[in-house]
């Protein structure tokens, strides 16, 4: 898939992708109630709460990870062995040689989690209300509505759509569309709907609960089409601090952590024996890259010199030895290195603070009363840095961040706030700088929704960059076919990003992480772990 997701940095990892240990474990009761025999439930750390569980509305990483393929799908998916989109809620496809038509053949015998049948009314309610521009489907609106003209159920289990122009990424933005039931969303408010929270879907799991600030629960769906759900139960548990998961992991309460820490990780698979007995580590590469967002509508980071400066005093190298441990990779670009227009030769911005400052002096700062803090208009070089509160990792990098800032007459005081509160306050552009993930599920890297102006309002443009030249290129690498063209597009896009630097590039999203011995099946691909194949054997 072309569009980015976003997600919180709580804990940058390593490189390569890796498969977990399946050896079977003893069983003991724990904190979800389960005591010997079969293990009915996995555990899963979640580190921070969703909002909601349908991506459609607002969507981010974890919303994305905790529905599709589980709870909700869509027409299409990525393969995670191959990488390819293949067919889901449709079996098959057609396209017109134009490349303008599309029509869908959808698979028989789906069956909604309540029991009624699903059809293509479903996908014509799901295209109505992505298209709505009342419907907060904000990014998949941007990335359909600039080329979908007209669409049309023909039978109940056949779906067509018309173009109005041919689109390189199209099925693979298809790929997070989650279909809506019509029967059940049909009536009220989308943007607020009941189910967004317990979601109806077609996926091998059912909702089955939601505390909020501690689980969220799925069921086995018994009447799935597919191949059955390996596991009965899936527990999402709540726990923000990695300290307190590796406790529970410790007593058995935890069989799964996404994400822990660098120093976490070498005493897991170092020198933790209880650790190293019930866990074996697993690491998580997706394709993309994590940056630092700033808000271009504040003064202060409007000049390209000042974001320059502000990329040349982070010693990311010093970061990268000392707080990450050799457990990330440096990000050259805002494009994937696996993408094949990726461009060859893509250097990062060197630590150089010499450099730094004449760039800031040539921008107007100066300390003209002496008081080490940098001036321009007489208004102070100060900013804030918004923080996610789970992520330790993060805040230590910034530390050394903010000590260098500090020495070249900047002052960064770092806010640490809640994941939920993070990405509201970034899409009303109400901060001066934080850090994101941006993850996608395919080769090719797509940055319509995170540079393109018309993505400021309500989209995830939250640096509000606008630049028509940037603009135009994103727009022709959405429309051309041409692979020479592409490429001659692609490369002017990312020689324009290297010099504007809208966005601050940090390192590759690798993620490691803890998975309990006993669970079987257990493969990282590109588009996350696969939960509905892992298995606990008995004993």
Known sequence: M???????LVGLAAAGVAVGACRRGATGPDATGRAGGERSSLVVQLEDEPAHLTSLIQPDAWAHRLSMGLLLQGLVRVDPASNRVVGDLATRWEVSPDGLVYTFHLRQGVRWHDGRPFTAKDVVFTFERVLDE???????????????????????LQFKLRLKESSFFFLQELTSLPILPEHLMRQGDLNQHSLLRRPVGTGPYRFASWVPGQQVVYERFDGYWGPRALIPRLVFRIVRQPEVALKLARRGELDFLPRVRPGQWAEATGSDASLIRRFAPVRHFSPGTSFIVVNHRRSLFADRRVRRALAQLLDLPLIERQIMRGLARRSLSLFWSGDPLYLAGSKPVAFDP???????????????DGDGILERAGVPFRFTFLVVASSATMRRWLTIYQAELARAGIRMELVPIDWAVFLKRLRAHDFDAGALGMAQV?????????LHSSQIQDGQNYAAYQDPRSDRLLELLRTERDP???KQHANALQALLAEELP???????????????RVKGVRSYDVWYQLAEWAIPAG
């Open 484 to 486: 020479g063209r592409r």
């Open 354 to 368: 010499p450099q730094a400052r004449k760039l800031l002096a040539e921008a107007g700062f100066a300390d003209r």
């Open 503 to 517: 966005l601050i590039p940090l390192f590759t999203l690798e993620e490691p992480g803890l998975v309990a011995r």
């Open 442 to 450: 395919g080769p090719h890297t797509d940055l319509y929704l995170q």
């Open 2 to 8: 072309s569009r980015a997701r976003v997600f919180a």
């Open 134 to 156: 009342r419907v907060r489907a904000v990014s998949m609106r941007a990335a359909l509505a600039p080329f979908v003209l007209r669409y049309e159920a023909v039978g109940p």
